[in-house]
């Protein structure tokens, strides 16, 4: 699941690279900025603070338009306003500085540059805590308030979701645990558990991405979507575009 999670942001994130210079920062092990090399960008750069995952990513991973470089995201080596697009996937909620980070990342970008940012959402993964439950973050935000982060710096910002999380299939899922006994004693309640069961149980909507030289399977739940967050829907991770203007 967790690399349908990250395939499916690089996925997002390369409709906007085309012909374009881009940093993917924490880009970890590197296939997330070899699929972006892949997907028609101008040059890649991945960059990263562990040692080992570069020093693996620079063994392993080998495109002519792909560089990786140890860095620090809250004091990024690029002059200023000289990348076109910045990804960062599940890096800010890491961050006691985010807001560093941030300021780094619209000095560093063009006028009309794009910096692609997903976090945690906290209404889920923490809610009602004063820290993350996840003893490696730091901050984690509520929709809205990533939404007012963002547009602290940038001025043109739009949200998406990715993974959404429904409360109905949550009930759904629960009705064959707790109750499952219970349809088993009524007329037609086998009939009823194995609806339930197709409904929370479908099989995952597939679709072949990428480029000929590096073709993924992308798991359509994972997708990233226009932003929604409602009491029976609100996703896993928030996804943010912002543009420097």
Wanted: glycine share 6%; aromatic share 10%; charged share 20%.
């Amino acid at each position: 699941m967790l690399w349908q999670e990250h395939i499916n942001r690089y996925a997002f994130a390369a409709e906007f690279v085309k012909d374009k210079n881009i940093l993917d920062v924490a880009c970890g092990t590197g296939y997330g900025s070899a699929y972006l090399a892949e997907s028609g960008a101008k040059e890649v750069v991945g960059g990263d603070i562990s040692k080992e995952a570069i020093t693996y990513a620079r063994k392993n991973v080998c495109n002519d338009k792909l560089n990786f470089a140890l860095l620090d995201a809250r004091q990024l080596p690029f002059p200023t306003g000289t990348l076109d697009v910045i990804t960062s996937f599940e890096t800010i909620e890491h961050l006691e500085k985010y807001m560093t980070f941030l300021a780094e990342c619209k000095r560093i970008l063009k006028s009309g540059g794009i910096l692609i940012c997903s976090t945690p959402n906290k209404k889920l993964t923490s809610p009602h805590t004063p820290k993350p439950l996840n003893p490696f973050h730091v901050r984690e935000f509520y929709p809205m308030e990533y939404y007012k982060l963002i547009t602290s710096y940038f001025s043109d910002v739009s949200l998406y979701g990715q993974h959404y999380f429904s409360l109905i299939r949550r009930i759904k899922s629960k009705a064959l645990g707790v109750g499952g006994k219970v349809l088993s004693l009524v007329p037609e309640g086998n009939k009823i558990k194995t609806l339930i069961h197709k409904s929370t149980n479908s099989s995952p909507n597939m679709s072949k991405i990428g480029t000929e030289n590096s073709r993924v399977m992308l798991n359509r739940n994972y997708c990233i979507a226009p932003f929604q967050d409602g009491l029976f829907k609100t996703p896993l991770y928030i996804v943010a575009v912002a543009k420097k203007t």
